[in-house]
Each structure stands twice: as C-alpha cells, then as structure tokens.
C-alpha cells in the first residue's frame, strides 16, 4: 500500500500536508509508520526487533536507556530521525535491504509531528463514525443533496472547478448501466430527455430500483464477495448446484433486504427460530469454500482450510480487515493477534460439513415449490377421500378373503431335487422352509427341482430369506444371490428358459439392487448388508405364467466368504401380480391389496395417488440440493485451539469462541457462535461496517471507493478522500434502515454523480485520477456489463430472472476435465443468449472473456476487480462468437430499421450509445461503411462467422465497429 501512498504525494501536489499545517496522525503520520515500520516494530510480539513498540504511543515514548525513539517535542534527540537519517548502513532505517526509503516530504512530517507533541490517534476506521454537520460552501445553489456540500467543500478548498451538469443522455446511459447493468432503450431516453418536470431524474431512478434487473447487476458484487462458482475447485474441480444461492441474492436485493438481516441470514440463518427455508439457503454463502475430492487427501485438512476461508471472508467483506494474516501469527499492522484470529474461527468451527458436499437441502424455485404444495395438496385430499369407505367395502373385502382360504396368497414349492456341486443337502420342512443340512462351502451355486401343481397357472416366484445361525465357519451372515435362473420342464415337452421380470425386494444392500439378480452380469446380485440379521422378501415375476411340471430353479453364489442361503423358502402365487407386494408378513397387507387393487373406487383414488406422487418424484428430481450450513450436535462439538503457525497439526493454547473485541462486545442475548457473530458484525456500534458497505456501493458507482483500499481499512490501507462524506454516508445508511436502494438513490441523485465527465486540463493537472470528484465517473465497464450491454443493443439478450448457470460460447478446447468428463456443451436457443451474470463458472478454467476483462475465479473472496487494459480485451470484443453474434444480429436491427443508410447507422449508434451521432461522426461511420464493402472479400464466410446465413456482411462489421467504439466499452 506504501507505493499507492507515495503516488499521491507525487502526483498530488497539492493534497500534500504542508508541513507549517495541522498534522494529523491517521492521515499524515500513520501510514508512513505502518507502512516502514510496524513489520519490525509492531503489534506481533514474535517478529518485534529490539522489544520496540511505535504502533503505541507507550512504545514509541518508551524509556531505551537514556534515549527515547520518539521524544515528544525533540525531534532531534528523537532515535526514530537520528535513525533515518544516519548514513550509517548498519544504523539506517529502514533498513537498506528491507526496500523502503523514508521521503524528504515524510521525514519532515514526522518531525513536525514530533515537535508538536508526538500525539497518537485511533486508527480512523476504528471510531465509530458520527455525522458531521454539513461544511459550508461558497456555491450553495449547486447541491442537490448533502453528499454535494462534502464533495464542493473540497474541491473549494483544493481550488479545482466543478463539472457542469451531463446531457440528460449521457446521465440516463450513466444511470440505467449503474442500476441495471443495461442502457436504456431509445424510446425510454427520449422519454425523459422529453419530460421537462422536475422530479424527471427521480423518476427513472425508482422505475430502476423497482426492475427485476436491478438485483441481477448488483448481485454480481456480491458473488464476487461470496467467491461464487458452480465447480468445487482444487484438482477434480467437479460440479456443485449453487445457483439457487444466487437466485437468493438476487430476491433478496430486489426486495431490497436491509443489509442487516441479508448478514444475519447468509451467516447463521439456520441458526434463527424456526428458520424458512430461504433463510436456510442463505447460509450457501459459507458452502462456496472449495471442497477436494482428490484421492488421499484429508478431508480434515481441507475442512480446516474452509473453515479459515470462512473467517478470512467474513471480515473482509464486513470490516474491511486483513484478518487472513492472522492465521500464522499476530497481524503486524492491526489490532488482530493470533489468539483473536482462533477465538473467531472458533466461532464458524462447529458446523456439519467436512470437505465433503453435504449437508445439502432441496431448494426449489418459487415455481416450483407451488407447483409441489398443488401437488402435495391434492395427495393430501386423495388420502382423505380413502378414508371414507361405501357402506360395502368391508363386506365386499371379507368376501374377497375368502378365497385365499383354498388357494393361499404365496404357497410353498415342493422340493423335488437339489443339485450342488460342492454337495450341499438341503431339507425342507412342514412349512416349507429350506434349510442346509451342514455348514455350507465358501461358495457354490444351486439348481433346485421345484414341483408345480397341475391345476396352478403360476404368475410370481418368491423368496423368503431368514436370519443365519450364529456363530459358525463364516462370520458375516449376508448372502450373495449373484443370479438367479429358471427353466420349465414341461410334462413331454423340452424344457424352456423362464423369464423373470419386474424384480422387487423389501431391501437390497447398496450396490447389490434386487434387479441386479436377473440382469445376466454376476459382478454384483441380490444382497442385504447391513440388515441381514433381518428376515427378508425378494419378488420375481413370471413373463408368461406357467402351469404344471418342474420348475429348475438355479442360484448363483459364488461370490465366496460363505455368502449362501442357510434358511429360506421359494414360494409361488397364481394371483395377478399387482397384488404381490415385498412384504415379509403378506396377510398383514390383505386389507390394503383389496383397497388398492381390487375394489372399484378405492383402486381408482390409488391410481390416482399414484399418478399424482410420480409427479411429484419427477418433480422434486428436478429440484436442485444445495450445500448449506449447519450446527453439529452438542455431542459432537470440536474442541477449538490456536493452530501454531497456521498448522492445524499443531495445536497450542485453547481458546474459547469470541469476536474481535476491540470493536465491541457481542450484543446482550446472543451467544459466542455464528449468530452472535452476525449480530456483533450489524450492531450500530461496529465502527466498520456501514462504513464498508458504503464504500463499495460508491466504488462500483464511481470506479474508485472514497478509500481506495475496498479490502483494507486497517493501517496499512489508503485514507479516505473525503473521511466526513464517508462517515456521513455510513450514518445515513444505518438510519435509513440498512436500505440499500436508498444509498443508491442517495448517490445517483446527487450533483455530483450528474456532472459531466468531461475532463478539464486544469482539473487533469491537479487531479488526473478524480479523487476530488469534480468531474462524473469514467471507466470502463465490466466483463458481464460489455457481455450485457452488446446483447441487449443487438435485441438478443434473453431477458430471464435466476435459474442454473449457463454455457454460452467459447474457444474449444479451453475446458477440459481429467475426471468427470463433464464438457463445456454450448447453449442453444435463450441460454446462449442469457446475462452474464449466469455464465457458469469453473474455478479451475473460467470463461476466458470474463477473466480477461478482470472477472474472478471464485476460489477466493474477490472484494474489488482492479481494472486491466490489454490487447486481448480488444480480441475479445472484436472477435469472440458471441461478440460476432451480437455484431450480427445488430446489424439486422440496423438493416431492419430504415432504408436509408444514415438512418441505418444513427440507429445502430443510438442502440448502443442513447445518444444520435454528430454530424461529423455519422459522415466517418458512412464512409467506414462504404470502405468496408469493398475490402470484405469472403462475404459468406464472414457472415457465417457472425451466426448468419445471409446478409451484409459490410453492415456486420460496421456493427462491430460500433460495438468496439470506447465511449461504448466505457461508462461516462
């Protein structure tokens, strides 16, 4: 942070503080203490060199034996200029290898400092802000909101002019990408440019912050923040659904959410009375951390690097504080020490998850959780309608009984033959239960000769299967029906091959599916660990029932370890199959067989049951399971120590749950866990969160935040440029009910915001980078927003709120995946065509437009996108297929528009631009255009390349040339 320091006493002259001037610790004297300093001579008690303190005034003024390293109003016996001043490369300081030089310009400061009494502030960013009352001004007819009189009052002061106010369609193009991420159309800027009332501007403000769209642009800020992704990272970097934590983001900023319970939900709502199940998917915040799925690494080791991740993430995006650097040793520059940093990760280290997916919850979308309830609904009255039986129900069902009488619903096969190759005898009893006669071999396989009654035409074969004899040869007590075979020995006929189809069972071991017994591959059967000390039912229809003769029954297990039957009986039905259910005491279901089956209107409420429930599983099938946070049991809570240099293998001194207590206490009724840490983080009192909020929001409006430094308001970060404007903000933003469509429209309201950004010479001089603010934002625009604004202008961009990611076009072979397999599969249709907020994300190979234009990779938090400017942001814009395709379609808009050519082209510019095209400019883009058709050669090609079968091609690469012009990449 020195070198961004160093850059403002450079090239801002006249920001310096004049040395005959005030001093001011926080801003003056502190940066350059920390930033030269504290390294050696700081908070962290292991890397103090000479047991000198200069973060403290104690230390500072400390007695050293006769000599002192600040000497308050002696600067010259002051060791601290002695030492930066010597000439003496063993004595000089900083150090000459440590690469830092103390400036003429700084040693001056320090000593004035020292002069006037050495005082020592508070960080500025750790006292609570307070509202200070509106400076006065000299132009008192120029602002039009509070924000205004903190920005003149400094530029008054610094002597710099202000901007006139912008062209209503520059500041309505401003205002819309600011809200929206999308311009407006030419029909909604002449609508205002026309309306001449004086609440004009408000109005297109509310209509913004009223749009679904609103939400969709200000969540990719946020996402940044969350490290959002649709992958897990590390090395497999497989799939995970997260997206419906994004469609929360978005509800929740549409519906405005004050910032205090979107912190509380996102952290601990699972931790909230009787949580819905939004404020459950909200904690999808902390479930972006990265999971590894590697072979043979620790899960424990990988769940620890989460856990820090959580912390780590959670004060930079609340507070604004480097709390990473805590995790090996005390933090250097601020307040935070080791003990302080496992106190807090204490807090998030009690949770389920464990480097692995779950725990995870069905998240339906709003469409979908109402068409589930219509559906549950209508089971539920079904299910009330079975209760009311007709008056003949049960005499009908007593009748119905009654035939079970002579013909039993299961009747056990009579054994006529066993064949064995290993020999095994079985015996069958009075019931019919088989049982082997001595201890079975390891493995071996059976053909049972099964006697079938002449008068039977049997539908259905079933086994029952009991509990084996403890003790014994073999220790595990499964069996192992790898498959399961029959033929028909007819009386004087060859035998046939049975089919048996339709396998069920009351339970299968996982991996060894009932179905898996009939399906000719004997890797894997019928088995049922762990329940085999259960009694147990498996069911096989007939294809086409047989009647009299033998039945050769063949089973299969050789798989070994003695997984064979011991007790069992094969028993057979002649009833229709749709009575035959996987239960283990069948006349238990007689009653619900009739009503299922049999009896007329009961049968058909069933069926309908039945229809309705097959819905509602494809339905729920489709419902995305997201990854949430959740408290283990008290039983199974961790035991929680500072990791001796960051390693979780080394445990040092216990430590209890607790937030970072120089900025407060956590609020009276509230416990040492996540939701205590939530509301510490919101209480009114945390100097740093409102401050940081607003911060960011004026950041993204602006290009640069009133501290520069978004990821860090500690000591070594930037001071702000208009400290009273910032806390003022802050202030307001917590009075205003942590709304942040107010601070919003607070902003873009101002006069400030609506000047124009044209840049004066004197203004570029004084003030090249506009930390002053007198002129409005200039930057370019962000990956998604370039994406956003070239689909919308060409009429292609797929207007459609949340839903999964996406894969719209890109490079082949730029993603590739070692181990799933998973592809990059091209949208068709409106996915292609969708916001490039719902671009998926794959930590390990983003999409190269988005990361070439800055965006992040989502392994980690990403608090501000530092703006790059490269020859390959040109490449992109210029010839990505989706650029390509948007050139394309947008000249058909063009093309469709007017026969004219100028009028053609003033539509395209206007589409893109919202204002019409100086006489001057729209005379180049015509004779671009007609230089264009002579130099195109393959047209065909060309056109192809834009997605287009026909065409012009010259109007094509107009179009792009449009879309590449800077005032379009660029918010102005």
């Known amino acids: 942070m020195k070198n961004f320091t160093l850059l403002l006493l450079i090239s801002l002259p006249n920001l310096q503080v004049q040395v005959s001037g005030k001093i001011s610790f926080n801003k003056d004297i502190q940066p350059i203490l920390s930033s030269n300093c504290y390294s050696c001579h700081g908070p962290d008690s292991e890397s103090r060199e000479a047991d000198l303190r200069l973060d403290t005034r104690e230390g500072a003024i400390m007695d050293l034996g006769g000599y002192r390293a600040v000497d308050p109003g002696k600067p010259e016996e002051s060791e601290i200029i002695l030492r930066i001043e010597s000439e003496d490369q063993d004595e000089v300081m900083p150090p000459p290898e440590s690469g830092h030089v103390i400036s003429s310009e700084q040693l001056a400061l320090l000593k004035e400092w020292i002069e006037t009494g050495a005082e020592y ?3 500025w960013s750790f006292k609570t802000p307070h509202k200070q009352p509106l400076p006065d001004i000299k132009r008192k007819e120029w602002p039009l909101s509070p924000i205004d009189h903190f920005v003149l009052k400094k530029l008054e002061t610094e002597n710099l002019p202000i901007s006139k106010d912008a062209s209503k369609l520059a500041w309505i193009r401003r205002v819309f990408l600011d809200i929206t991420g999308l311009p407006p159309t030419i029909e909604q800027a002449e609508k205002f440019h026309n309306d001449q009332e004086n609440d004009a501007y408000e109005k297109v403000v509310d209509h913004l912050l009223a749009s679904d769209t609103y939400g969709e642009h200000w969540a990719r800020m946020w996402l940044d923040l969350a490290r959002f992704a649709d992958t897990k990272g590390y090395e ?4 995970r659904d997260m997206w419906r934590y994004r469609d929360w983001v978005i ?8 910032y205090d319970q979107f912190t509380i939900e996102q952290i601990a709502g699972d931790m909230l009375p009787n949580p819905n199940p939004d404020q459950i998917l909200a904690t999808a915040f902390h479930r972006n951390t990265m999971e590894n799925d590697e072979g043979g690494t620790d899960d424990e080791e990988f769940r620890v690097a989460a856990v820090k991740d959580r912390v780590d993430t959670t004060i930079q995006v609340w507070m604004g504080l ?21 106190s807090f990760y204490a807090m998030f280290n009690q949770t389920e998850d464990a480097d692995r997916v779950t725990p995870i919850v069905p998240t339906p979308t709003s469409e979908q959780a109402r068409k589930q309830k219509e559906i549950q609904n209508k089971i539920s009255q079904l299910q009330i309608a079975l209760q009311k039986k007709p008056e003949t129900f049960q005499k009908d069902l007593e009748n119905w009984k009654g035939k ?6 299961w009747e056990p096969f009579t054994l006529v033959k066993t064949e064995s190759k290993h020999g095994v005898i079985l015996e069958q009893g009075a019931d019919g239960t088989l049982q082997t006669k001595d201890e079975n071999p390891e493995k071996d396989s059976w053909t049972l000769t099964l006697s079938i009654p002449d008068d039977s035409q049997i539908t259905s074969i079933r086994i029952d299967t009991f509990p084996k004899k403890t003790g014994g040869k073999w220790i595990d007590k499964n069996v192992a029906l790898r498959e399961i075979s029959a033929k028909w020995n007819a009386q004087e006929q060859e035998s046939r091959k049975v089919n048996l189809i339709n396998p069920r069972a009351d339970f299968s071991q996982r991996g060894w599916e009932v179905a898996k017994a009939i399906n000719g591959n004997k890797n894997a059967g019928w088995a049922f660990s762990p329940r085999a000390d259960q009694p147990h039912v498996a069911i096989f229809d007939i294809q086409n029932p047989i009647k009299g003769g033998d039945l050769k029954l063949t089973l299969e297990q050789e798989f070994g370890q003695g997984l064979l039957f011991e007790s069992f009986r ?19 279901e007689f009653n619900l067989i009739f009503e299922e089956q049999v009896f007329a209107k009961t049968r058909n409420i069933h069926d309908e049951i039945k229809r309705e429930t097959k819905t509602l599983n494809s339905l ?8 949430i946070m959740r408290e283990l049991p008290e039983s199974k809570l961790r035991p929680n120590a500072i990791h001796q240099r960051g390693n979780f293998l080394d445990p040092g001194k216990n430590v209890s749950p607790e937030v970072l207590t120089v900025f407060g206490k956590i609020p009276s009724g509230y416990n040492a866990d996540r939701l205590g840490a939530a509301h510490w983080l919101m209480n009114k009192e945390n100097p740093l969160t409102s401050r940081v909020m607003v911060n960011r929001v004026w950041a993204r409006l602006f290009g640069t935040g009133i501290v520069e430094t978004e990821e860090d308001f500690g000591s070594q970060g930037m001071h702000p440029s208009h400290p009273d404007l910032l806390d003022w903000l802050a202030v307001d933003y917590q009075e205003n009910g942590w709304s942040l469509k107010k601070l919003l429209k607070s902003i873009v309201l101002s006069r400030t915001y ?3 950004s044209v840049i004066h010479k004197d203004a570029l001089q004084k003030d090249p980078r506009n930390r002053l603010l007198g002129r409005g934002p200039r930057f370019r625009l962000t990956a998604e927003m370039l994406r956003d604004q070239s689909l919308f202008a060409s009429g292609l961009l797929t207007q459609k709120i949340g839903g999964p990611s996406v894969m719209p076009p890109q490079p082949h072979g730029v993603w590739k995946s070692t181990y799933s397999g998973a592809k990059w599969s091209t949208a068709t249709g409106p996915d292609r065509y969708r916001r490039g907020l719902y671009t998926y994300i794959k930590r390990t190979s983003p999409h190269p437009a988005m990361i070439t234009f800055d965006a992040g990779t989502g392994e980690v938090c990403q608090v501000r996108r530092i703006r790059t400017n490269t020859p390959l942001q040109a490449l992109i814009t210029l010839n990505d297929q989706a650029y390509m395709e948007t050139a394309g379609n947008l000249s058909n808009q063009m093309l469709n528009y007017n026969a004219e050519l100028s009028q053609q082209i003033a539509h395209g510019f206007q589409r893109l631009l919202t204002r019409p095209p100086e006489k001057k400019e729209l005379q180049r883009l015509i004779s671009l255009y007609h230089q264009l058709e002579e130099e195109i050669i393959d047209k065909d090609d060309y056109l192809q390349s834009a997605g287009l079968q026909t065409g012009n091609p010259a109007m094509v690469a107009l179009a792009s040339v449009l879309l590449n012009l800077d005032e379009t990449l660029t918010k102005h």
């Open 322 to 342: 480097t709390m990473g650097c805590a995790k090996c040793h005390t933090h250097k520059y601020d307040p935070i020490s080791i003990e302080d940093y496992y």
């Open 236 to 239: 497999k970097d497989l799939h």
């Open 251 to 258: 509800k929740a900023l549409n519906e405005d959410m004050p």
């Open 121 to 123: 502030e508070t960080h």
């Open 754 to 756: 609506r000047q124009s």
């Open 570 to 588: 094969i028993s057979f039905s002649t009833y229709p199959v749709r009575w035959l259910k996987p239960v283990i005491d069948y006349e238990k």
């Open 620 to 627: 729920e099938s489709q419902i995305s399971k997201t990854p």
């Open 404 to 409: 079970f009488k002579n013909q039993p619903l």
